[in-house]
C-alpha cells in the first residue's frame, strides 16, 4: 500500500482556513467525550496550523452533505473523523461522493489488504469491501492498525477534505503516518508554533501556580498549567519563526521551572513515572518486583506498559487475601492478626517477602483500603500504606486519599505515589 | 432577580431544529475537552430533545457572527455557552445585538446583582458592568453563582437563543434552574427518548452488522453500533409518548438481538467482562487466580476495578521472566527450553502452577508476544497463548491478534479474550 502522494492540490499559501467535522450520531447523544477534536486540534498547533471551526454532524446523509457545502465555501481544509466503517451507518465516503458529483472507484490496494488482515479468518465480512470504495483521484491514507482507510480529495483547487476514522488509536496512527507531514508540506506556515509538557508530582496544581504568577501571565512562551490524578502538567508553548528559535524561546523556561520545582519535577513529554523509574534501574542494572493489595495489578500493569520493561521489572504478586499474603509473600500470621492487613508492618512484611522470593535488588509493596466497602473509622476508605524496600534501606509511606474518592482514583493514586517513592528514593542512593 | 418568563416566543411545535454552539478559542487550541456540549446533548436527550448539530467557533466577532446567521436559517433553537464573561474576548451577547441589529439596554436587576455580589470587595472591577447590558426583549437567566447572567432571545419569531456561560459549573446551575424547564414548557413534546446499550464480544462490528441489516436500517427504535477494541455495543434508541411506551418498543429488540447473537452478547449498560465473570464466580461461589506474562498485571487490574471482586478473585503472579514462571509457578524448565515461554505448554503449567499454589477453583494464564520487539517469524508480535483450567478440564486458545497492533492493544484484547473465555466456559458448566 503506498502512502498519499502529494501531487494535488499544490501548495497551500494560507495560514488560515481548516476546520474539523466530527462525523456520527454517538456524539450526539451526550455519553462520548469527544476526545478526538481536542487531540486534533492540539496536533494541529503542534505543526504551527491555526484551525478557526470544528462541528459535529450526525449519521445522516443530508445534513453531512450540508456541512460538506458549507465547510467547502469557507475552508481550504477540512478534516472529518467517523463514518468510515464497514456498516450502513458509515457515510462519509458516499456522501462526498455525491456532494462533489464524483465516482467512486474500487481500489485493489485496499482489497489486498483487507484480505491479509482477515488471514486468520474463515471469511471476510462482505461489508468491509465498501471500505476499498474510494472517490476518483483521491489519495489513499493508509490505515496500519484497523481496515478502514481515509482519504485526501480535493474535489476543487481551493478545497481538499481528509477523512481519518473515529477509533482514536486508528486515527492517530494515520494523523502520525500521513497526515501530518501532508499538511506540514502543503502550508507554508509564516510561524511555528512549539510546545514541551514538563511534568510534575507531589505538588498541587495551586502550590505550583503560586509559585509562577510571572511565568504565567507570560505571553510568548505561554506557560499553562493542566492538572489531572496525581500530577500537574506545565505546557511551555512558543511562537517563532523558526522551529530553533521556537526552543531557544522555551529553554530559559524551562531551566526556571526545572530549578524552582527541584524533585517536583520528574520528565517531560512521553515520559511517565513508570518510564522513569525503569530507566533509572536499568542505568543501575537494577530489578525490582512488587506485591499489590488494593491496586490489584495496576502498579505492575503500569510498568508492563512501558516497552522492554522486562530490563528492570521481573514481575509481582497480587495478594487479595490473607492466604496469599501469609503462603506466597510469607507474611507472618501473627503480624495480619495483631496490625492487620492494612498496615506498615504488614507492607513491610509483603515487601521483604517479594523481595526474597523474586530475588530482586528494590521491591514495592502496596497494601491499603480502595473502597467503596471495608473501610473503618480507624482505617477509613483512601487509607494505603506503601514499603519500598531497596538493598540496605526501606522507606514508607502512609497516605489519606480521602473516604469521598472512587476505588479507581484510590487506585490510580497508589500507583502514582509508590512510583514516585521509588523515583526519589533511587535518586538519593545514585 | 426574576426569572425568564414565558412570552416569547409562543409554544414551538417541533421536536426538530436544536443545535449548540460552543464559543471560545481555548477550546480550538487542543488542551480542552468540550464537557460543556457532552453535558447538554445529555441534558437534551433526557428531556426527550434531539439537537442536530454542534460547533465551535472562537472568540471572534465575525466568525461567530457567520454561526449566528447559519444557525438562524437551518435551526429554532441555538443553545450557546461562553463568551458571557467581563473580559474583553468575551463577545457573545454584544455579537447577537449587532447580527440582529438589536439595541442593548442596561439592566437594572443585573446591577443590582453584581453590587450584592462584591459586597465584600472594596471595588467592583468595571469590566463586571459590561454584563448588565443584554439585548432588548431578552430574557434574564440568572447565574446565581457567578456574575455573568444568560440569555432568552428570540431575534424572529422561528429562532431563539440561548446564551449560557462556558464555566461548567455556572451553566449546568443555569440549565437546571431556568433553561431546562423553559425548554420544556416551549417544545411541546410529544416524546421522550429512552435507550439501552448492549454489549458483545467475539464478533466484528461488520460481522455483527451483516447478522441485522433490517434492524440496522429501523426507524423506532434504532439500533447503531460502536466499536471499541475488542468489543462491540449495540445502541437500541426509541422515541415514544411515555417512558414506559419507549421500553415496550426496546423489549422485543433486545431479546431479538440476544436470541441473534447468543453467547457473543454478554452484558448490557455498566456491566463489563470483569464484572460478568465475577458474578458468575460469586454465584458458584468459587476462586479465581491468574498467571499473566506479556498482559502484565492489567488482567488483575481489569478485575480488581470491580468493587469486591474479592469475593472471587484472591490475585495472581506477573511472571515477567523465566525465573518466577519455574520458581514461583511451577513450569518445568524443559517446557521452556522445548517450546519457550509463548506456547500452550508453558501457558498450561502457568495455569496448573497458578491454580495449585493460590489453591483456586478456576485459573487463567496468559503468555504472549506484546512486542513491540521480542518477535520471531514463527511467534510474530500479537501470538497470544491463553489457558483457561477449571476443576476437571481446561481449554486453550491461540490468538494471532497481528502485529501492527501497539503493544497496549495486544495486552487489551489478550485481557479481553481471556475473560470472555472463562464467561463462555463457566456458563458451559452451569
Known amino acids: 500500500m503506498t502512502q498519499a502522494t502529494n501531487n494535488q492540490p499544490s501548495t497551500i499559501s494560507t495560514n488560515n482556513g481548516i476546520e474539523i467535522l466530527c462525523i456520527g450520531s454517538e456524539l450526539l447523544l451526550g455519553k462520548i467525550l469527544n476526545t478526538n477534536v481536542t487531540w486534533l486540534a492540539d496536533q494541529l498547533a503542534l505543526i504551527g496550523l491555526n484551525h478557526y471551526f470544528q462541528s459535529v454532524v450526525g449519521d445522516n446523509s443530508e445534513r453531512l452533505k450540508s456541512c460538506l457545502i458549507d465547510s467547502s465555501k469557507r475552508s481550504r481544509i477540512l478534516i472529518t473523523t467517523g463514518g468510515l466503517g464497514p456498516t450502513p451507518d458509515d457515510l462519509t465516503i458516499e456522501t462526498i461522493a455525491s456532494t462533489f458529483k464524483t465516482k467512486l472507484i474500487e481500489n485493489q490496494e485496499i482489497i489486498n489488504d483487507i484480505k491479509s488482515k482477515f488471514r486468520f479468518s474463515v471469511e471476510i465480512p462482505k461489508n468491509n469491501f465498501k471500505q476499498a470504495l474510494l472517490p476518483e483521484n483521491s489519495k489513499l491514507i493508509p490505515n496500519f492498525t484497523g481496515t478502514a482507510p481515509g482519504i485526501i480529495y480535493s474535489p476543487s483547487k481551493d478545497f481538499t477534505i481528509i477523512t481519518l476514522p473515529g477509533v482514536p488509536s486508528e486515527m492517530k496512527h494515520m494523523w502520525k503516518q500521513t497526515v501530518r507531514d501532508w499538511l506540514s508540506d502543503h502550508f507554508s506556515r509564516e510561524e511555528v508554533i512549539y510546545s514541551k509538557t514538563l511534568k510534575f508530582t507531589g505538588i498541587s496544581e495551586s502550590s505550583l501556580a503560586e509559585k509562577i504568577p510571572k511565568l504565567l501571565q507570560n505571553k510568548n512562551p505561554t506557560v499553562a498549567p493542566y492538572a489531572s490524578l496525581g500530577e500537574v502538567k506545565l505546557r511551555i508553548t512558543a511562537n517563532a519563526k523558526t522551529a530553533k528559535k521556537a526552543s531557544s524561546l522555551i529553554q530559559p523556561i524551562e531551566t526556571k521551572l526545572k530549578n524552582t520545582f527541584e524533585l517536583n519535577y520528574y520528565g517531560s513529554e512521553n515520559e511517565t513515572l513508570a518510564s522513569i523509574v525503569i530507566d533509572l534501574l536499568r542505568k543501575r542494572k537494577e530489578k525490582l518486583s512488587v506485591a499489590e493489595s488494593c491496586t490489584g495489578g495496576s502498579l505492575s500493569a503500569a510498568l508492563t506498559e512501558i516497552p522492554c520493561a522486562s530490563d528492570a521489572f521481573v514481575g509481582g504478586v497480587v495478594a487479595y487475601n490473607n492466604y496469599i499474603k501469609q503462603n506466597i509473600l510469607g507474611v507472618p500470621n501473627n503480624l495480619l492478626e495483631k496490625h492487620g492487613a492494612v498496615s506498615e508492618q504488614v507492607a513491610k512484611a509483603m515487601a521483604i517477602g517479594i523481595k526474597n522470593t523474586f530475588r530482586t535488588d528494590w521491591s514495592i509493596a502496596i497494601s491499603g483500603i480502595a473502597g467503596p466497602s471495608g473501610g473503618s473509622s480507624l482505617k477509613p476508605v483512601g487509607l494505603v500504606e506503601i ?7 526501606y522507606q514508607s509511606i502512609q497516605e489519606h486519599f480521602g473516604s469521598h474518592r472512587e476505588r479507581n ?19 538519593e542512593k545514585s
Open 409 to 427: 482514583q484510590i487506585q490510580k493514586l497508589s500507583v502514582v505515589r509508590a512510583l514516585d517513592q521509588l523515583r526519589l528514593f533511587l535518586l
Open 387 to 393: 514499603v519500598i524496600f531497596g538493598q540496605t534501606s
